[in-house]
């Protein structure tokens, strides 16, 4: 089968990861999108993961927490969701690598870009956690500069709506879904799809994003194919 993006940055909220309970990890719900990966992995596509820590704690919705210090707690949350998908993607049989932005060798290998190309060409799922290791910046925008530096062809952001609306189609019945848009209008529009930071780092850099829901996991192996799945955002509106 004929892939239309070889090399992905797939981007999971850690609340996709809870399914209904909302908090923790429901592993029902984590091997459905992890058999997913498997059938993208399986047809010949490099998979790279950046996975949030919601579902454990935000950082920005911590309370009377120093934010720096809550910044911190949510980047050892998103490891937790890290070392979790790789369980399952390994006992799929996928060989998978975590690396995160913050040093722990005991469970983790440290981010090195060039080991993540390594793994990605031998076929194994690289898994980024810890957001880009500082505070004040989102998965969203770790998700954007991974795929920038790592040469994916596409940001995949999985989310629990099919793509972009005009405005939020859960409390409003004549949203309009966008089929295309382009950076600069996500900017200029300030439409909630992620931070103004990833948006333009994906603009200055050339990196597509795809908005697509994840309540049907194989979306990720349709997107992979080129099927029509979600809101395409690129600057070139042709893609």
Do not use: W
């Amino acid at each position: 089968m004929e892939l239309k993006y070889k090399r992905i940055l797939l981007k999971l909220s850690g609340e996709a990861l809870a399914g209904e309970k909302r908090f923790g990890l429901d592993y029902a719900v984590i091997g459905n999108i992890c058999e997913s990966i498997k059938k993208c992995v399986d047809v010949g596509a490099e998979v790279a993961i950046v996975v949030g820590g919601g579902n454990f704690l935000r950082g920005r919705m911590s309370g009377g927490l120093d934010r720096t210090r809550a910044d911190h707690m949510g980047m050892l949350a998103t490891t937790i969701n890290a070392l979790a998908l790789a369980d399952v993607l390994e006992s799929l049989g996928l060989e998978v690598r975590v690396q995160t932005a913050i040093t722990m060798q005991q469970v983790a290998e440290p981010y090195i870009r060039n080991k993540a190309i390594n793994h990605l060409n031998k076929g194994r799922v690289v898994i980024f956690g810890c957001g880009t290791g500082n505070p004040f910046f989102s998965t969203d925008t770790a998700a954007a500069l991974r795929g920038v530096e790592i040469e994916a062809e596409i940001l995949m952001k999985a989310t629990l709506v099919d793509g972009v609306y005009n405005k939020d189609p859960h409390k409003f019945d004549d949203a309009v879904k966008y089929e295309k848009l382009t950076f600069s209008e996500v900017l200029n529009n300030e439409l909630a799809v992620m931070d103004m930071t990833a948006a333009t780092l994906c603009r200055d850099n050339h990196l597509a994003m795809l908005v697509f829901d994840l309540s049907r996991p194989d979306n990720i192996l349709d997107a992979v194919m080129g099927k029509n799945v979600g809101t395409v955002i690129s600057e070139d509106t042709t893609n």
